[in-house]
């Protein structure tokens, strides 16, 4: 509970922006060691023009909400940036989800959003082997423990790069890496980190 005392919760307006003034004001009254901002890139705008002094010795985002493969910001500020991502981190010079690519690309589909794309891919690919090992027994409980059993640890996709699913689980992955950001554009713009499952 101790822990807890200084947590001090900011809630912004749905679909507001933060201008800088506005970040400013909320770090000059809080004044966090700590900063956990799950706001768009749009709302983190603001904040990327702060001045490096002003800013918290650690800033935490999360994939859900800022993608930092497209956004950028001064050095100083994105070295003290930790961002969450479930996602297979990519190599320097390669794809991303290479599986997804190469089969999008043989497609002739091209200019999608790369984690998007490789998402319903996925998708498609676990529900046809699903559906397919069903044979003629046909009912939703059927087919959600043939998924269970199916994507339990399962590498039928780079999009991930742990799966766990089982009976009554309804999140495939449960963990994430917490990453550093790297001045690299695409595939390597996430440092390689330790994966994290609670």
Known sequence: LAAQANLVVHA?????????????KILASARPSTLVAWVSAS??????????????GRIYTASSFTDWQSLRAAPA??????????????????YQF??????????????????????????????????????????R???????????????????YPVT????????LVKGAYVVRLSPEYGAARFQQAGWIQP
């Open 43 to 56: 709302q983190l705008q603001g904040l990327l023009q702060a001045d490096a002094a002003t800013l918290p």
């Open 12 to 24: 912004l307006a749905a679909g507001a922006n933060q201008s800088l003034q506005d970040w400013q």
């Open 77 to 94: 500020l994105e070295s003290r940036v930790l961002h969450t991502y479930p996602y297979t981190l990519g190599a320097a010079g390669g």
């Open 164 to 171: 766990t699913l089982g009976t009554s689980q309804r999140y």
């Open 98 to 139: 290479p599986r997804e690519d190469v089969w999008l690309k043989s497609q002739g589909l091209s200019g999608l959003d790369p984690r998007a794309a490789a998402g319903a891919l996925f998708a498609c690919h676990a529900t046809g082997e699903a559906l397919a090992g069903l044979a003629d027994n046909y009912s």
């Open 141 to 159: 409980e059927y087919l959600i423990e043939t998924l269970e059993h199916m994507l339990d640890g399962t590498n039928m996709a780079s999009l």
